[in-house]
């Protein structure tokens, strides 16, 4: 019986999450990135070297680099964009040199996952991510005041907008804008209004069209490199997955996922599944994504989000909210049945717990947002407990 690779997310030696921690959680393999590299820097052989022997010294494995960031010339399509592309060839070669074969990445611009609140309690006072759309709202209107807006924004959804934001202290302003214009995950960046709407200037021209066409560029740039190198990409959902705040969003849904494998047909170009970004819209039927792309599967994130009416979700128990969490986990395995069958090599896809509420002792540690180790370790426990119910009753 093949069960999926147990993996768990760690932000290198200044996080506090350690990896003594994590390899009392069950997890045998470390999700991790050189988050001090500058984003479009080249990831030389001795500093991936360095990492990857902390953490073989830990009694641990690296098996999925999250992420190797993008440069946002190559999102925009500017000149400078096949020398940042060249750099990031050079790091796939020196990432399969040392055996590292899975790259996890994502296409958003600008801004990684965006979330309103950090701290949205829930009614056992555990801590979740929250992304509310009446906040997103207030800052693009009254804040951010990006050109044209209102436009975007239907009569209601302004007076619901402008009611959250006339609640607001000044103190509280500023939270949900810091929270809202957070960098990449791994780092402490914030952006400044101003530097956001600098960013905006940069991608004036950029639609989503615009948009998926540097991302079929980049990737015919870089896939003949993967495959060189043993290398699996795969891309991450946008999260959330539909445009914010001026910007295009265009890996949402199942067609923008049928269109990246699209546009370099290779083992090395496929999907990381997450079920937590996809799943914050309804139209996304996740069990059926599984089914009909699972081939091109070669990471996953499980997490689950309780969706509401206007467009707000917030994080659920992994396997409670509004994504049916026993019939991803069923047809991932039966994916891994087809790869049996045909000879495939990689069947243990690695999976790790995507997120994870601040429970117990969680809030005595200074973790990255959604990245607690309790509530992480009880997401693991939980998604390994579904998955070994589900082998038992079918296979």
Known sequence: MQNLEHTFRWFGPDDEVTLADIRQTGATGIVTALHYIPCGDEWTVSEIAKRKTIIEEAGLEWSV???????????????????YIEKYVKSLKNLGEQGLKTVCYNFMPVLDWTRTHLDF????NASALRYEASALAAFELYILEREDVFNEYTPEQQKAAKAYLDRLSADEIKLVTNVIMAGLPGTDEVFTVEEFREHLR?????????????????????IPAAEEAGI??????DDPPFPILGLPRVVSNEADLKDVVGFAPSASNGITLCTGSLGARADNDIPGIVERLGEHIHFVHL???KREA???FYEAEHLAGSTDMYAVMKNIILEQQKRIKSGRGDIAIPMRPDHGHMILDDFKRNTYPGYSIIGRLKGLAELRGLELGIRRSIL
């Open 65 to 83: 680099v999250e992420s190797v960031n993008i440069h946002e010339s190559i999102k925009t399509g500017e000149p400078e964009r096949d020398k």
């Open 232 to 237: 699996k990409m795969c891309i991450h959902p």
């Open 202 to 222: 940069r991608y004036a021209d950029v639609n989503a069209s615009k948009l998926k066409e540097n991302l079929a560029y980049f990737l015919r740039g870089i």
């Open 303 to 305: 997490r689950n989000v």
């Open 121 to 124: 309690r829930l009614p056992n």
């Open 310 to 312: 206007d467009g707000s």
